[in-house]
């Protein structure tokens, strides 16, 4: 069976440092990734995803992540955070097939100080 | 553009109560899910919905019933309420049960059972 972990719960940084949120997963198959945002009070939105090819995805919004396959890690990186950042954020890893097969991490904290 | 929207908000039940979570979407999407999120615990799939029609369970379906009334909506029926059943509760769609697709997510609904 699969499983994600997310070491760190909680990640305090100030604003315009550097960040990483750190994801593993242990998988026996190929996996796809993700990395899902929750705002305060919302609900969850995709961040960003790696289904296949470059190793390296980005989001709209400085976000990025590698998928490192012999280290099977998929860490989230930002060169400088704003305030705004402020959230939750969730690693997931799903094998092929439907939605049961989906595995959300147990989240990190991000919060961004001014 | 609503997306997924779940009600109530924010409900609060004594034990032995029975209360149904209303989800509706209105992305045209075939696949809908029930998810519960507890501290530190990430999200848990309670049930899904491949595709209008079906139902089937998912991590943790003891204590809920579902129903998929029609393409657009989907819900979640708590026959008889348990403190173990205080969580936030998440509707989410995806167009199709791959998981190679992302989930598109409701606000939530902040149940507590007392």
């Known amino acids: 069976a699969q499983s994600v972990t997310q070491l760190d719960s909680q990640v305090p940084v100030f604003e315009e440092a550097p960040v990483e949120l750190r994801c593993n997963y242990s998988?026996?198959?190929?996996?796809?990734l993700f990395w899902y945002v929750q705002y305060p009070n919302q609900g969850l939105q995709l961040l960003l995803k790696?289904?296949?090819?470059?190793?390296l995805v980005e989001s709209i919004n400085g976000f990025e992540a590698e998928f490192n396959k012999s280290q099977t890690s998929f860490h989230l990186r930002k060169p400088s955070v704003h305030i705004s950042d402020t959230a939750e954020y969730f690693c997931?890893?799903?094998?092929?097939?439907?939605?049961?097969?989906?595995?959300f991490g147990t989240g990190t904290k991000l919060q961004v100080i001014p | 553009n609503a997306g997924v929207t779940q009600t109530p908000k924010f409900q609060v039940l004594k034990t032995g109560q029975s209360m149904t979570l209303q989800c509706a979407q209105d992305m045209n999407h075939n696949s809908m899910y029930w998810y519960r999120q507890d501290p530190g615990m990430g999200l848990r799939l309670i049930y899904y919905s491949a595709s209008e029609g079906t139902t089937d369970k998912g991590e943790v379906p003891n204590g809920y019933n579902v129903s998929r009334l029609n393409k657009r909506e989907f819900s979640l029926r708590l026959e008889s309420a348990a403190p173990s059943q205080t969580s936030v509760y998440f509707c989410?769609?995806?167009?199709?049960?791959?998981?190679?697709?992302?989930?598109?997510f409701g606000q939530g609904t902040r149940l507590t059972v007392v």
């Open positions: 790696y289904l296949s090819g470059s190793t």
């Open positions: 998988s026996s198959v190929s996996v796809y």
């Open positions: 997931a890893v799903s094998e092929p097939g439907g939605y049961q097969k989906v595995t």
């Open positions: 989410a769609s995806s167009p199709l049960d791959r998981g190679r697709t992302e989930a598109f």
